[in-house]
């Protein structure tokens, strides 16, 4: 086992473990101690989010050759995948954990149904849903009703504090993955200017992606304003529910193709975003660790710049965004032939808000990282 002492952090919403009789917080405390009598050393859980504690340790053991030792476990509930703080502890860790090799140090509670989590559902996917599902997720939908005293309850927190135990012992050391794939030919490889200047070239991307997500997104307002207009006009009328199911057949018919245009985006984007996160994750913290030639710096600050001034514009963006999903929540209840569409919009918003959690970390990185130019700030 790793010398530095292991620690997970729980991840849950006080809510839910109000609406359980406190058993999420008991549970945590029961591996914790399970782990220890099978280890013979103490596991440290970090539950209460809001404290510095626990800030300053995530953020330690995220930056740091600790992460190999550190646990996620998220408390997987219906209320918890409404959670953007729990949302966003879970692709942080996930992109971090990636990015060392270490993905098996997410370990994911199944607490209460979420039916996408278990089984094949209609409707738009939820990226989080997906991260959790890629895990070797516990199955405690059941045993979270046994008696906290019961056999069937001790042995299970056995099993899993000797997973976590069994995890830890067999992990592989930190495997840092590079920040691109390079393509491997006769030539010599690529050196690190080349590589970041691939990198580099994701960025205009992905704020293309974002402009044209935002204009989508407003046409689509527009569409929703004229069919509020509409059905304030046939209410004039006196069309009643009639004129406002014709009203709403119309909009529907309307919204298709931007619909379909935002849910490609909305994926397009996430997609992007994921699959090079670990890589950029694994360059700036190559950049904070090493000693770098004043060429190799220059690469690193322009390419820090670039990234910073990408969260200023997508940050203003998901601000707006995050309203406007709150609305369409709302406006989803009129009409079960809007209902997919509105729902589709949704987890398309979603992504996109769920996006700046992982350019964001970026951001936050790079500020702990001090590249001064000719000794000025």
Wanted: proline share 5%.
């Amino acid at each position: 086992m790793a010398n530095a002492q292991p620690a997970g952090f729980w991840s849950y919403t006080h809510r839910d473990d109000q609406l359980d009789g406190g058993r999420i917080v008991r549970l945590s405390e029961r591996i914790a101690s399970a782990f220890e009598i099978i280890t013979g050393e103490p596991l440290e859980i970090f539950l209460d989010k809001k404290s510095i504690e626990w800030g300053d340790a995530w953020r330690m053991r995220l930056d740091s050759a600790l992460t190999g030792t550190t646990f996620l476990i998220p408390v997987v509930t219906p209320k918890f995948l409404k959670s953007q703080e729990c949302r966003r502890e879970v692709i942080m860790f996930a992109g971090h954990a990636a990015s060392l090799g270490l993905e098996e140090l997410l370990l994911p509670i199944h607490y209460v149904n979420v039916p996408q989590l278990a089984e094949a559902t209609e409707g738009p996917a939820d990226e989080v849903v997906e991260l959790i599902a890629r895990r070797q997720w516990v199955d405690w939908r059941e045993l979270r009703l046994e008696d906290e005293d019961s056999p069937v309850y001790r042995q299970a927190v056995h099993k899993l504090a000797l997973k976590l135990s069994d995890i830890l012992e067999t992990v592989p050391p930190a495997s840092p993955v590079e920040v691109i794939q390079q393509i491997q030919t006769t030539e010599e490889p690529l050196g690190f200017i080349e590589v970041m200047a691939t990198a580099e070239e994701a960025l205009p991307a992905w704020l293309d992606i974002i402009q044209k997500f935002a204009a989508t997104i407003m046409l689509i307002g527009d569409e929703s304003t004229w069919a509020a207009g509409e059905i304030n006009a046939s209410d004039a009328r006196g069309g009643g529910f009639a004129g406002r199911m014709r009203v709403a057949e119309q909009l529907a018919e309307r919204l298709a193709g931007p619909v379909e245009e935002v849910d490609a985006l909305g994926a397009e984007y996430w997609a992007t975003l994921t699959t090079i996160d670990p890589g950029v994750i694994g360059f700036i913290r190559h950049v904070g660790e090493r000693d770098l030639s004043p060429e190799d710096q220059q690469v690193a600050r322009d390419f820090f710049k670039e990234i910073n001034q990408l969260a200023s514009v997508t940050r203003d963006t998901t601000s707006q965004l995050q309203g406007f999903s709150k609305n369409v929540g709302g406006a989803a209840q009129i009409s079960s032939r809007l209902r997919p569409q509105f729902r589709t919009i949704q987890a398309a918003v979603q992504k996109v808000i769920d996006g700046q959690t992982v350019i964001d970390e970026w951001s936050r990185m790079i500020g702990e990282i001090d590249l001064r130019e000719n000794g000025q700030p």
